[in-house]
């Protein structure tokens, strides 16, 4: 079992910055790819940036050229760089890690998600 803790969210007026953290721990074999993704109220929950092995990297089109997300294998961390920050990011944002077990199935894990609220 994989268990994440998040961190780093918090208010920020418009055009600020935050830095989310997430630490992933317990029984890891090997992870594939981290993540974040996000809902606001009345939203469903969305991909916000994705990282896999090798540093591939994908976003939403929302975020491209404003948020960077980043990863530290020796850690089992993935960040995600927020900066222009506008009301409409405003959200829970939640980690993902997917997971490569033992048996080689594919497993995904979930943070208890950090509020991220961006002031006009």
């Known amino acids: 079992q994989v268990q994440l803790v998040e961190s780093g969210g918090g208010l920020v007026q418009a055009g600020g910055s935050l830095r989310l953290s997430c630490v992933a721990s317990g029984r890891i074999f090997k992870i594939n790819a981290m993540g974040w993704y996000r809902q606001a109220p009345g939203s469903q929950r969305e991909l916000v940036a994705k990282i896999r092995s090798g540093e591939y990297t994908n976003y939403a089109d929302s975020v491209k050229g404003r948020f960077t997300i980043s990863r530290d294998n020796a850690k089992n961390t993935v960040y995600l760089q927020m900066n222009s920050l506008k009301p409409e990011d405003t959200a829970v944002y939640y980690c993902?890690?997917?997971?490569?077990?033992?048996?080689?199935?594919?497993?995904?894990?979930w943070g208890q998600g950090t509020q991220v609220t961006v002031s006009s």
């Open positions: 993902n890690v997917e997971e490569r077990g033992s048996d080689y199935g594919l497993y995904n894990f």
